[in-house]
């Protein structure tokens, strides 16, 4: 698949079957204020995301973009505000009681366990999934070893599906960011999440790497059904993937609508397009 | 024979989880327990088990201990002494309550009570990091020194100060005291030790011992992932002080047969932490590495030199050995934190592609 700065065209994304957005509201968010002593990173913002759709967020650098994703999975709390998620609502929620739920995440600048392997690392996605108690760990033949085994074969179908097999074994550490992003895109996979949250999945990365992501990231939406936000500064890559997208700029949103309407929009184009380019 | 891994494919998952998935390495590791539990009995005197093998493999334990804290859950502590020593007063004073009890069951019942204090003792890691967790270790360390000195109750107060060690007995064999031979305690120190790694072998592929890793590697991802750092932390205090409080329950029991209170000294916790550092944070062979690399050497230098017709001191040899040490601390911390276990594992590799200079 080539990603086309102009999208939509012919020969662009395999486009976003329409059938698998049902319209149903997954996640939204009221009103959410967020600051750090004097610095406001978010002020009254609001929008939501339904459920299959891939919605981008995008905006300058420092609008505002990775708090959201922060607040969203719990890890930063909002003085104002609330987050309303399968239904749910809340004020704030603990980082793990967001990953139970079934949020997942990227980091924009990776965060891999760097001593483990690939493997490893994807199988800590499966971290929620696995019960075993310590005492049939330190046994581990028997119910240990079935639920490893369990675990490892839904890891290999990620990693086939990333088309890493061949650096299952490989400290990730040692590995070029490119293959980095793409292991840690599995470790978020391996959560089987309901909402997958990736911040700037392709920065730093080369075209042809970008392709693949953008591949592995609409095979996700369409083979999964998972619902995503994304942020990303490509807006090549932007218009081509999502369904809707959110601007913010200096912590406000400033648009919200479909690739298309975003792209007219005067206050965009001033804010970010014109700044972008 | 090569050392090769062609020819050996792996077709199921559980094969390619195996510990030792080459065969050559298998051998290995069964000549090894040969030698463990064959040839040493047969061939080593009294003084060889006692002094070298003994040690060696409570060493070993408390390092395997400690790297469980330190090298797979990454929280520095500097209370390893401490904490073996609540084992060996645990320990003591089990056997007092209840002298006709299996002496090795309380061994190892008294390491529940260092997991105990292990885990109220790493309650500040959920707080704090690094250099500062080390600190509060210290301060565990001071302050539960000064518990062994000063409440009498603790060592049944004899006017000595110390603790010694009564003659036990397991499974109907003498096990303790000064009765006990020296075969029965290697046997016993052996197969604790033993167990041990395997047991926590398992425990860290599996994950549990993932947990740990993901909390060392990247405490922030771990917790979005849905680990809870206060169930990983405090885990890893109290696994890795009731191995901690095991190995000090042996040193004593079935070692040192008596001890005092700077037993336990913070010195004793350097010299568990360098083993750790020298084989390999992260490593449970590494821990066997360090161990006797450290316990070791000075018996080597201390025979070495008048070998070759030098005469030195006892003092010489503790400074050299302190020096060596020192030296190759320093050149691991720079040039290989993983230790003696990393460079056997590039040996290894090494040896693999041989003669080929790439794999
Ligand atoms: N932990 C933090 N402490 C202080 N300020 C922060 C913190 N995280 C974000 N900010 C501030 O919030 C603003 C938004 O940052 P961020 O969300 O990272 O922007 P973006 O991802 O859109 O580039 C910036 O001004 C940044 O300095
Ligand atoms: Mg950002």
Redesign the pocket.
């Known amino acids: 698949m080539r990603v086309d700065a102009e999208g939509g065209g012919p020969g662009a994304a395999p486009k976003k079957g329409e059938e698998r957005i049902t319209g149903e509201v997954l996640l939204s968010i009221d009103d959410i204020s967020l600051s ?1 002593g004097g ?1 406001k ?1 978010i002020s009254h913002v609001s929008f939501d995301i339904r459920k299959g759709e891939i919605r981008a967020i995008i ?1 300058p ?7 959201m994703l922060n607040v969203i999975n719990g890890f930063y709390h909002p003085q104002e505000g609330t987050i309303t998620f399968k239904g749910e609502t809340r004020a704030k929620m603990r980082p793990y009681v967001a990953a139970s739920q079934g949020i997942a995440r990227t980091f ?1 600048n990776v965060a891999l366990f760097k001593g483990m392997s690939t493997l490893d690392n994807i199988m800590s996605g499966r971290s929620l999934k696995m019960h075993r108690n310590f005492f049939w760990q330190m046994l581990w033949f028997g119910p240990a070893q079935r639920e490893e085994i369990a675990h490892r074969r839904r890891v290999e179908e990620i990693i086939d599906f990333l088309e890493i097999e061949h650096i299952r074994k490989t400290p990730v550490g040692k590995l070029p960011y490119g293959l980095q992003k793409r292991v840690e895109l599995g470790r978020a996979l391996a959560m089987e999440p309901d909402l997958l949250l990736l911040d700037e999945p392709m920065a730093g990365m080369n075209l042809e790497e970008k392709e693949d992501m953008s591949r592995f990231i609409i095979d996700v939406s369409d083979q999964f059904g998972t619902t995503i936000a994304l942020i990303e500064h490509d807006m090549g890559v932007v218009m081509d993937l999502s369904d809707r997208v959110v601007v ?1 700029d200096y912590g406000s949103k400033i648009a919200d609508g479909t690739p298309d309407e975003v792209r007219g929009n005067q206050k965009v184009i001033d804010a970010y397009l014109g700044v972008a380019h | 024979m090569l050392y090769r891994e062609a020819g050996q494919f792996k077709t199921s998952y559980a094969a390619d989880q195996a510990v030792f998935p080459l065969r050559e390495d298998r051998i290995g590791l069964a000549a090894t327990l040969f030698a463990a539990f064959v040839l040493v009995p047969v061939f080593a005197d009294d003084f060889f088990l006692s002094s070298i093998m003994i040690p060696f493999l409570i060493f070993a334990c408390a390092a395997i201990g400690l790297n469980i804290l330190t090298g797979y859950a990454g929280q520095l502590s500097l209370g390893t002494g401490a904490f073996m020593g609540v084992g060996a007063y645990a320990a003591y004073k089990l056997t007092s309550i209840f002298p006709e009890t299996n002496i090795v069951l309380l061994v190892l019942v008294s390491g529940f009570f260092s997991a105990a204090i292990g885990i109220v003792f790493g309650l500040p890691s959920l707080r704090i990091k690094g250099l500062y967790l080390a600190v509060t270790t210290l301060a565990a360390q001071f302050f539960l020194e000064w518990c062994f000195i000063r409440i009498p109750w603790l060592y049944n107060y004899n006017s000595s100060g110390a603790i010694e060690v009564p003659q036990r007995e397991a499974f109907g064999i003498i096990a303790s005291g000064p009765a006990a031979s020296a075969l029965t305690r290697y046997f016993i120190v052996l197969a604790i030790t033993l167990a041990v790694t395997v047991l926590m072998k398992n425990v860290i592929r599996g994950h549990i011992g993932r947990s740990w890793m993901m909390i060392r590697d990247m405490d922030i991802a771990a917790e979005l992932i849905g680990i809870r750092p206060l169930y990983a932390k405090l885990s890893a205090f109290a696994v890795s002080s009731y191995i901690c409080g095991l190995a000090g329950a042996m040193m004593v029991f079935f070692w040192l047969g008596a001890a005092e209170p700077s037993a336990f000294s913070i010195s004793l916790s350097f010299q568990i932490l360098f083993m750790a550092i020298l084989g390999g944070l992260g490593s449970l062979m590494g821990s066997y590495f360090g161990a006797a690399f450290i316990w070791i050497l000075p018996v080597v230098i201390r025979f070495a030199f008048p070998a070759l017709g030098i005469d030195i001191g006892a003092e010489t040899v503790q400074h050299l050995t302190f020096m060596i040490i020192g030296a190759l601390i320093i050149f691991f911390l720079i040039a290989e934190p993983h230790g003696l276990a990393r460079l056997w594992a590039i040996g290894k590799e090494k040896l693999r592609v041989w003669p080929f200079p790439y794999g």
């Open positions: 750090f610095v990173a905006g650098n420092g609008a505002g973009k990775t708090s924009q913010l």
